[in-house]
């Protein structure tokens, strides 16, 4: 058995050549849910359904989100409307007495639809229909993921982090938004200050999560700030992590990201930009997986490969290495 902590990109790449190496009815994949936001009326669970669309062979792979040659004539006709109406296209928060009323799931995170800001494809939107309609009719949010996975015809066990909301909002120079808008509709440019897991304190990571990391654990090459952050952030679950083997496969090749914003995250969360900034916000990681150009010296044992990830023959090359690793520290 193994779990595997997931978030943006880079993990959801090892999943796409890790079933060579684990079997996947015996993988959970715990899926990072501080990116979620309801648009429009809908919730959006960017982290897990790349994941669901991943394994249930939809995925986009050029983009790494939404489903594969997609329509998204829905998402054209909100935007085209928005300019008709003289509406400036861009995220557009709910009220601040709005973002807490109403469905719970939705708190902290709540945007309108009117001149929708993230690319929803037609099917991918679908999802997103039924996900909160199933959240409406009393399912919780672990439910809804299970009876989706089961619905793209997954082996893989997948879990959102938590049945409760957690929100990631970054704090920049230009004022607090949610990781969403601060990525998607900004481009990640505005300086970070600190990113806050608005809800953290009062969320609970689920029985079945905790669970799950109580078997050996995979930290996949995700944010370390944004993807695993939020997990960390709920009570018990830095303690389980401790208390389980755990190799972590770093996003860095030593102070070169792959991709995304971790680097200026990590200098925001008062870590060093780079593999060792990775290795010293995840002290419960047993050992690691570094690229091997990645001369970092660290304190655990370590495994080097090639991390960089353009296919699912990569992907495994990773997966084998991880591998390795887990049997140094089991």
């Known amino acids: ?112 639809g009117v001149g929708e800001f993230m690319h929803i494809g037609d099917r991918d939107r679908a999802v997103h229909i039924l996900r909160t309609s199933l959240l409406d009719e009393g399912y919780s949010l672990t439910g809804v993921t299970r009876r989706l996975a089961a619905a793209f015809g997954l082996t893989v066990e997948v879990l959102p982090m938590s049945d409760d909301p957690v929100a990631t909002v970054v704090h920049t120079a230009d004022g607090p938004m949610h990781f969403q808008a601060f990525w998607v509709a900004h481009d990640g440019e505005p300086a970070v200050d600190r990113v806050e897991f608005r809800g953290s304190d009062d969320a609970e990571a689920t029985e079945a999560v905790l669970a799950a990391l109580s078997e050996p654990v995979v930290v996949g090459p995700s944010n370390p700030v944004t993807s695993i952050g939020p997990m960390l952030a709920l009570d018990g679950v830095e303690a389980a992590l401790a208390d389980t083997p755990v190799v972590a496969v770093s996003p860095f090749v030593e102070d070169r990201v792959f991709s995304g914003p971790a680097d200026d995250l990590l200098v925001a969360a008062g870590y060093e930009p780079s593999t060792a900034g990775v290795a010293e916000a995840f002290p419960f990681a047993d050992a690691f997986v570094l690229d091997e150009a990645d001369g970092t010296v660290l304190d655990r044992p370590v495994v080097r490969t090639d991390t960089a990830m353009d296919d699912p023959a990569d992907a495994e090359r990773v997966a084998r290495a991880v591998s390795e690793a887990m049997e140094l520290v089991r």
Request: charged residues 25%; hydrophobic residues 35%.
């Open 1 to 112: 058995m193994v779990t595997v902590l997931s978030g943006g990109t880079g993990t959801p790449k090892l999943l796409s050549g890790a079933d060579a190496v684990f079997d996947p009815a015996e993988t959970t994949v715990v899926g990072n849910t501080g990116d979620d936001v309801e648009l429009g009326g809908h919730l959006v669970c960017p982290d897990v359904d790349t994941v669901l669309f991943l394994l249930g062979g939809v995925l986009d792979r050029e983009t790494w989100w939404g489903i594969d040659g997609d329509t998204a004539e829905t998402h054209a006709q909100l935007r085209t409307l928005a300019e008709r109406l003289g509406v400036e296209v861009g995220p557009r928060y709910l009220p601040e007495d709005r973002q807490t009323e109403g469905r719970r799931l939705a708190r902290w995170r709540r945007f309108s």
